[in-house]
């Protein structure tokens, strides 16, 4: 089975925490790179300052909410340039704003998911990452050729 690779691209370091441990629930043979924002992420798959680019991941994590770059900045960018338009991209966010919502899903993306970070709330569930994680990215991953 071959190995996946997943870019993260959040600035928030207790969910990239969240995010390596439901991925190791999954048990997928993979690579997380991480970035901290969207200019990060971009320089990374383009090989930026002077560095090779990264190998394209398999599927791009995307939080909304980040500085310099945020995510719908990042995704329009992403969309634009050629050798990066087909990436698959999962946008994960605390937002559940319809706007933000529609406007990522025309650019395309293949899941959004409202991301469970305040575990008092009684309306987001303590696992629903997880439960993403094992049905939906895995599905996903294992589709990719």
Same mark, same amino acid.
């Given at each position: 089975? @071959? $190995?996946n690779t997943i870019l993260l691209v959040e600035d928030d370091e207790l969910d990239v925490i969240s995010v390596r441990r439901a %991925? @190791? $629930?999954?048990e997928l043979d993979h690579e997380l790179?991480?970035?901290y924002n969207g200019i990060e992420a971009?320089?990374? %798959?383009?090989?930026?300052?002077?560095r090779p680019p990264i190998t394209l991941p398999d599927v791009v994590l995307l939080d909304m909410n980040m500085p310099k770059m945020n995510g719908l900045e990042f995704l329009s960018a992403l969309r634009a340039?050629?050798?990066l338009k087909n990436l698959k991209v999962i946008v994960m966010?605390?937002?559940?704003?319809r706007h933000e919502r529609t406007a990522t899903e025309k650019l395309g993306v293949s899941a959004?998911?409202?991301?469970?970070?305040?575990?008092?709330?009684?309306?987001k569930r303590r696992d629903s990452m997880?439960?993403?994680f094992q049905f939906q990215l895995r599905t996903i991953l294992l589709s990719t050729p």
């Open positions: 089975m @071959k $190995k %991925l @190791k $629930k999954i790179i991480t970035a971009l320089d990374k %798959l383009r090989g930026n300052k002077g340039d050629t050798s966010t605390t937002s559940s704003e959004y998911l409202i991301k469970p970070l305040n575990f008092t709330n009684n309306d997880d439960s993403f």
